[in-house]
């Protein structure tokens, strides 16, 4: 099966060539733009799994729409590995930097995380 996430990353940047956006060919205002962009869809499809669970407590009508859940989830992905593209970063790069960030994570929950220290991100 080969590398998952490298194989998602080279199928996104496929769909967005087939769009019209190469990343790969893009100067610093480009570039902005399409951050930008992407960051305002991942929002929208956020906003979208939101409507997929009962939140309003005053409305009776609202279902659960687990399978639609599903699928914001990954229009997600498509948008954030589309902004990951769009920041020079390759999967591995993502894979590596996760790892970082992860440790960091547990790292802060070991000492309590009794105070926030943009520091220890330096190396992430």
Same mark, same amino acid.
């Given at each position: 099966?080969?590398?998952?996430?490298?194989?998602?990353?080279?199928?996104?940047?496929n769909?967005?060539?087939?769009?019209g956006?190469?990343?790969?060919?893009?100067?610093d205002?480009?570039r902005?733009?399409?951050?930008l962009n992407? !960051?305002?869809? #991942? =929002?929208?499809?956020?906003?979208?799994?939101v409507? $997929?669970?009962?939140?309003k407590w005053?409305?009776?009508?609202?279902?659960?729409?687990?399978?639609?859940?599903?699928?914001?989830?990954?229009?997600?992905?498509?948008f954030?590995?589309?902004? !990951?593209?769009? #920041? =020079?970063?390759?999967?591995k790069d993502?894979?590596? $930097?996760y790892?970082?960030k992860?440790?960091?994570n547990?790292?802060?929950q070991?000492q309590?995380?009794?105070?926030?220290?943009?520091e220890?991100?330096?190396?992430?």
């Amino acid at each position: 099966m080969g590398d998952m996430l490298e194989t998602m990353f080279e199928l996104q940047k496929n769909l967005n060539k087939r769009v019209g956006v190469d990343t790969d060919a893009m100067d610093d205002d480009e570039r902005q733009k399409w951050i930008l962009n992407y !960051a305002r869809a #991942l =929002g929208q499809e956020l906003a979208e799994l939101v409507d $997929s669970v009962p939140w309003k407590w005053w409305a009776q009508y609202q279902v659960f729409d687990k399978q639609n859940a599903k699928v914001e989830i990954i229009d997600m992905f498509h948008f954030l590995m589309s902004l !990951a593209l769009t #920041l =020079g970063l390759s999967a591995k790069d993502v894979f590596e $930097s996760y790892l970082r960030k992860n440790k960091v994570n547990f790292d802060r929950q070991e000492q309590g995380y009794i105070f926030k220290d943009e520091e220890d991100n330096v190396g992430v």
